[in-house]
């Protein structure tokens, strides 16, 4: 069960969000660890998202996933096929090292 949060908002509808805390609490909640892989294009994506959700108020921090796919010089058919680039961030948020991840459809299987 994800905990609640309470958002505070700015004083007119075009301010950006002031502070997201827990409802129950009321302390600031961590930053939100973005998981990503290291390529160009994967990195632009994410600072989209990682923009996106900051303009929500929250603070996003990315963290860069390598990959078997990112490191080998095999033909992706014998290290696991397109899937190998996404299987690194799935165990990243497993291992609850990343709190969400942006990845490419196009290296999905």
């Known amino acids: 069960m994800t905990e609640p949060t309470t958002v505070t908002m700015g004083t007119s509808p075009d301010q950006p969000v002031d502070v997201v805390t827990d409802a129950f609490s009321g302390t600031p909640l961590p930053a939100l660890r973005l998981g990503t892989r290291r390529s160009a294009l994967a990195v632009a994506q994410s600072t989209r998202v990682a923009d996106a959700v900051r303009d929500l108020g929250r603070k996003v921090e990315l963290v860069i996933v390598v990959t078997d796919g990112d490191t080998s010089d095999a033909p992706l058919t014998s290290i696991g096929g397109t899937g190998v680039f996404a299987s690194a ?9 990343i709190d969400l991840a942006v990845h490419s459809l196009k290296d999905l299987p």
């Open 89 to 97: 961030l799935r165990r990243a948020l497993r291992e609850n090292e």
